[in-house]
């Protein structure tokens, strides 16, 4: 059997008042623009006008948001490497040929 990697990523943001919020991203973008739109929520400001992501840019808003009260705001970007089996009607045809 053979298997193919693909990428998830995790968002994990909390601060204290009740559950963390965690959600699963299909790309890297979608998990940084995920973690910026729920800082931003949590701080009270406007969104994100529509531009290309930067991931630094989210990165220091999040950590400048966790400063505020770093015992108890917390948040994190972790990505997966999952494996998923594929089954033999999946492969090319040259490969199910061997």
């Known amino acids: 059997m053979s298997y193919e990697v693909v990428s998830a990523y995790t968002l994990l943001v909390g601060d204290g008042d009740g559950p963390p919020t965690v959600s699963v991203h299909t790309t890297a973008d979608d998990a940084w623009r995920a973690l910026d739109a729920a800082i931003r929520v949590r701080c009270g400001m406007r969104a994100r006008p529509r531009r290309r992501m930067d991931a630094d840019a ?6 400048a948001w966790r400063a505020g009260d770093p015992d108890v705001r ?9 494996p998923v ?14």
Do not use: D, F, Q
């Not at 917390?74 to 999952?82: D, E, G, K, P």
């Open 58 to 63: 989210a990165a220091r808003l999040a950590n």
């Open 85 to 98: 089996p594929l089954p033999v009607i999946a492969r090319p045809a040259a490969m199910a040929a061997r």
């Open 74 to 82: 917390y948040w994190n970007v972790t990505v997966h490497r999952l």
